[in-house]
């Protein structure tokens, strides 16, 4: 995620959604794709590594772009884990608890990394570079 973010950071929003939604294309022809549902491939795939490029919106403040990706990933697999993945859900668990669970389990390190490794790339003037 940190390559698509910085990219975002770097050139703004619009190159920052049009790469990760690319991005979220290409993870879903890959082997490995767990597809149930047309909605379900948009909402997993290219919506949510989409919102990484909504980061580019934050370019003054990178580690709120960081929390806002991170978000609005999580609300479209959450969305999707709620709508198709309830069944995955043990019994008497009610669905959204149980998306909530499991796409935040996975996602809250992925924020915790994606702000630490950001801060430091801040810190060190790295989204300033230019080639």
Request: aromatic share 14%.
């Given at each position: 995620?940190?390559?698509?973010l910085?990219?975002?950071?770097?050139?703004?929003?619009?190159?920052?959604l049009?790469?990760s939604?690319?991005?979220?294309?290409?993870?879903?022809?890959?082997?490995?794709?767990y597809?149930?549902?047309?909605?379900?491939?948009?909402?997993?795939?290219?919506?949510?590594?989409?919102?990484?490029?909504?980061?580019?919106?934050?370019?003054?403040?990178?580690?709120?772009?960081?929390?806002?990706?991170i978000?609005?990933?999580?609300?479209?697999?959450?969305?999707?884990?709620?709508?198709?993945?309830?069944?995955?859900?043990?019994?008497?668990?009610?669905?959204?608890?149980?998306?909530?669970?499991?796409?935040?389990?996975?996602?809250?390190?992925?924020?915790?990394?994606?702000?630490?490794?950001?801060?430091?790339?801040v810190?060190?003037?790295?989204?300033?570079?230019?080639?």
């Amino acid at each position: 995620m940190i390559p698509l973010l910085w990219f975002s950071l770097r050139r703004g929003l619009r190159s920052g959604l049009e790469a990760s939604t690319v991005y979220g294309l290409v993870h879903m022809a890959l082997p490995g794709s767990y597809i149930v549902d047309p909605v379900q491939a948009l909402l997993d795939y290219p919506i949510a590594f989409a919102a990484l490029g909504l980061a580019g919106m934050f370019r003054k403040h990178p580690l709120v772009g960081v929390g806002v990706e991170i978000t609005d990933r999580f609300l479209a697999h959450f969305a999707s884990g709620v709508w198709f993945f309830s069944a995955y859900a043990p019994a008497g668990m009610n669905p959204v608890i149980y998306s909530a669970i499991y796409n935040g389990g996975y996602l809250i390190v992925e924020l915790i990394i994606s702000t630490i490794i950001m801060y430091i790339i801040v810190k060190r003037r790295l989204l300033e570079i230019y080639l």
